[in-house]
């Protein structure tokens, strides 16, 4: 098992920044790739970024640019340093982590807020 404990949204203005924390512990010696996940009101979960072991990172096109994640092996965390956000990224956001294998582990999700 993998436990994911995430931190750092909030509320902010169009325009600021926030960063997001993601700490992985249990069973974490197989996993993969790390990355976010956003989910607003009435709409299916999308991914918004994801990063491998190796530092190779993929992001959603609407946030590239913007946001940028990166991962502390040693410290078994991922990080979503997100600049110049928009009242559309308003989401509750999850921290994934996946196996080679597939199996995907999901942390409890954190409100980002951007409004004005």
Known sequence: QVQLVES???????????????????????I?????YRQAPGNE???????????ITNYQDSVKGRF???RDNAQNTVYLQMNSLKVEDTA???????????MAYWGQGTQVTVSS
């Open 45 to 55: 979960r999308e991914l918004v970024a994801i990063v491998t072991g190796g530092g």
């Open 92 to 102: 509750v956001y999850y921290c994934n982590a996946r196996r080679r294998t597939g």
């Open 32 to 36: 993969y790739t790390m990355g976010w």
């Open 68 to 70: 940028t994640i990166s």
């Open 8 to 30: 750092g949204g909030g509320l902010v203005q169009p325009g600021g920044s926030l960063r997001l924390s993601c700490a992985a512990s249990g069973s974490i010696s197989s």
